[in-house]
């Protein structure tokens, strides 16, 4: 059976609308801004039924939506840091006691798509060490979280699981947070590189790609886990299922009474995907895409990610 893979909940909720299956146990809420054409979705899955039908964890999934946020504009991405700093408070009030936070910047800094991680892991502004060392006032009124980074690299260059790794550190450190910064796979074109994903649940290393490790949640290491995520890829198969699709309506504006028309409305999502694979090349049907400037989007989205935990972490 043909299952479109994606990492975004808010896709995974168009699909049961879609599908028309019951939603029971699965709130939606929509906020929209003009500036900068945002739109942020916060998808809630509270029941083991909706877990079930949405294929993920019980929790809330936050997805914030920029049209432009491909595009080189440093006063429009600060605005995306802002709204992601706005988003990451949600998840990690602020109280009377300062919170340790580890961020973890996954994946491979040697794979473009997959270096999001690492990249964002190295532009933060981290202050756990100077904090101890001088105390607050190092700087100045502002109130400021202590905030440490690791990037644990994948298996094939350390030998070891992420969970290994940061079980290890969170031993040590003993952070009040966990925030997992990974790559993800999205089932829309129109969502690559232009899509922020927040969620309370943790996070599963390499599932966008099938590549499926330990999960990295609070049951697992003992802390809360906030994954922040990009889609940066596309299966191959969806793409050729959207462009199939294209291709069809085109014909029932030129002949309604096709039967290639007809045949093609007889299936279901599900048998559209199955009918793709099976038509396409097996060596297709593991092929993940991503765009030609992936190299230029994932510096600039790393910047835009860590400047949003730098603004949720250091207050004036």
Not at 72 to 84: G, K, P, T
Not at 216 to 225: A, C, D, Q, R, Y
């Amino acid at each position: 059976m043909f299952e479109v893979r994606t990492d975004l909940a808010v896709e995974e909720n168009e699909r049961v609308r879609k599908q028309r299956q019951p939603s029971r146990g699965i709130s939606v809420s929509e906020e929209k801004y003009e500036e900068g054409d945002v739109r942020i979705t916060t998808v809630r899955i509270e029941t083991e039924n909706a877990v079930r039908i949405m294929g993920k964890p019980k929790g809330t999934y936050i997805t914030l939506e920029a049209s432009c946020m491909a595009e080189e504009s440093v006063d429009y991405h600060r605005n995306i840091s802002e709204y992601l700093a706005t988003q990451i408070r949600r998840l990690i009030p602020e109280g009377n006691k300062s919170k340790t936070i580890l961020v973890a910047g996954l994946g491979n800094r040697s794979v473009t798509p997959d270096a999001l991680g690492p990249r964002v892991a190295d532009n933060l502004n981290i202050t756990r060490h100077i904090l101890r060392e001088y105390g607050s006032m190092a700087y100045g009124a502002g109130r400021v979280e202590p905030l440490c980074a690791i990037i644990p690299g994948v298996m094939a260059q350390t030998g070891m699981e992420t969970r290994e790794i940061l079980s290890g550190v969170i031993h040590e450190v003993r952070p009040d947070y966990l925030i997992a910064i990974d790559a993800l796979a999205a089932r829309s074109l129109k969502r690559l590189c232009r899509t922020i994903q927040i969620t309370d649940t943790g996070i599963r290393p390499g599932s966008g790609v099938g590549n499926h490790r330990h999960s990295l949640t609070e049951k697992v290491l003992g802390v809360p886990v906030i994954a922040i995520g990009i889609p940066t890829v596309v299966e191959a198969a969806t793409i050729v299922q959207d462009s199939m699709s294209e291709f069809l309506e085109e014909i029932s504006r030129i002949d309604p009474m096709s039967s290639l028309l007809s045949s093609w409305k007889k299936l279901d999502d599900v048998e559209h995907g199955t009918l793709v694979r099976e038509l396409m090349s097996p060596q297709l049907n593991q092929m993940f895409v991503t765009s030609k400037d992936i190299d230029a989007q994932i510096k600039q989205m790393s910047y835009t990610v860590s400047e949003g935990i730098n603004l949720a972490f250091f207050r004036s």
